[in-house]
C-alpha cells in the first residue's frame, strides 16, 4: 500500500491559481489510479479529478464543476501526482485528499492527511 503526501495548499483570492502537490512512497505508482477529491464542513468528500497512471499517459476525469479550470498531471520521475487550480472561486475551499486504487476498477484504499485551500473573495 502506497504512502501519500499533500502539499501546496493555502489562502488564495478569487481567480487566483494553486498548484497541490501528492508524493507517492511505498511502491511504484505505474498503473495506479489516482485521485483528488476535496471536503468542506457543509459537504461530504467528493470527487475532483483522477488520472490513470501510464508510461505513455493515461485517461483524466474531472467533476463538471472544474473542468476546464483544474488540471491533474503526474511526473513519474518524481513519483508525485500535481492538481493545477485556475480561476478559483469561493466555492472551491475545501480540503483536497489525493487517493491511490491499485486500478481503474479497484476502491481508493490509501488516502494523504489533506490539504487546505481557501479563496476569499
Known amino acids: 500500500q502506497v504512502q501519500l503526501v499533500e502539499s501546496g495548499g493555502g489562502l488564495v483570492q478569487v481567480g487566483g491559481s494553486l498548484r497541490l502537490s501528492c508524493t507517492v512512497s511505498g511502491s511504484n505508482f505505474i498503473g495506479y489510479n489516482m485521485g483528488w477529491f476535496r471536503q468542506s464542513p457543509r459537504t461530504e468528500r467528493t470527487f475532483v479529478a483522477s488520472?490513470?497512471?501510464?508510461?505513455?499517459?493515461?485517461?483524466?476525469y474531472y467533476a463538471e464543476s472544474v473542468k476546464g479550470r483544474f488540471t491533474v498531471s503526474v511526473d513519474l520521475s518524481k513519483n508525485t501526482m500535481y492538481l493545477q487550480m485556475n480561476n478559483l472561486k469561493p466555492e472551491d475551499t475545501a480540503v483536497y485528499f489525493c487517493?491511490?486504487?491499485?486500478?481503474?476498477?479497484?476502491?481508493?484504499?490509501?488516502w494523504g492527511q489533506g490539504t487546505q485551500v481557501t479563496v476569499s473573495s
Open positions: 488520472t490513470h497512471v501510464l508510461v505513455g499517459g493515461g485517461g483524466t
Open positions: 487517493a491511490a486504487a491499485t486500478g481503474l476498477a479497484a476502491p481508493y484504499k490509501s
